[in-house]
């Protein structure tokens, strides 16, 4: 582990304004959102967006999400049909992002939306976040911050062990509430869930009064779909009774389980804790791993999407 280099800043003022002078000079700073920790960079900047792509080894057709203070400089941004209108009044901030047509006369790089005429942008509601949104005064293009395929950061420490010198600096937050990234829902013309994701898209439907489509975001990045947010060992999801050699992970009352996603059968809770479980079974050097069910309803949908992206094929 190499962290010689990077610099953890304190979330305080003092931390904040050091974050905000990086990414006004270029740099890229590793910041907490409620969802995941992100690793931003000025999204006007053509050659500070490049380096997230660079530091993340990220294929550069995958788009990246835009976070702003407010819905009026989203507003700046993009334009908002009348079901986005809607989903951004009820949930920024919030863990939902939203893609929409983007404005002719915005002036996001064009790495950022991968050359499409749509932009992924979200509010978020960490304070940290939107303290760190303010004091930069420009909207912040931020991927999770792990390196591609790699498990997404819940800590500061994650982001470390995971990025190191790759970053200028880390905002220190602490653990991140929600601990799944945003739900993303495109408003291009039907209203489509392209991610499950931390505001479960039930809720969303009963706001929006009609079904989503359901369409994936990964169809354009060919690679991502396969063992995403995997650790080193070999995951099995679904699993009643583990082998003897496998780690288990429970879901409720699980005796036989070394780590539980909720003991008490709390999904929220078992969000929060899914990806520093993952992070840990690779600290203690799990080789095969056996995660019990996790009931598919609300957030347990997306929860079971990371799992089943965990547990896909890995490339040779
Ligand atoms: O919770 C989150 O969303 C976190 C935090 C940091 O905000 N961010 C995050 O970003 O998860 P990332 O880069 O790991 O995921 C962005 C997803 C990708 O799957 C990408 O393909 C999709 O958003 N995306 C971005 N722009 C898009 C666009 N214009 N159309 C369709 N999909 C888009
Ligand atoms: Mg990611």
Known sequence: MNTIDTQVLAADEVGLSLAADILGRGGLVAFPTETVYGLGADA????????????????NFNPLIVHVATIEAAREL?????????????????????VLPIKERARISPLVTAGLSTLAIRVPSSPIAIKLLEEFGGPIAAPSANLSGTISPTTADHVVQGMGELVDAVVDGGHCTVGLESTIVGCNSRPALLRPGGVPAEVIEAVIGAPLASASVEINAPGQLQSHYAPEGLVRMNVKVPLADEVYVGFGPTPNAKYNLSANGDMTEAAANLFDILHRLNDIGAKKIAFAPVPSVGIGVAINDRLRRASAPRPL
């Open 44 to 59: 006007r900047d053509d050659v500070a967006v490049a380096k997230i792509f660079a530091a993340k080894g990220r294929p």
């Open 78 to 98: 993009c334009d908002f049909p009348d079901c986005a209108e809607i989903l951004a009044r009820r949930f920024w901030p919030g863990s939902l992002t939203l």
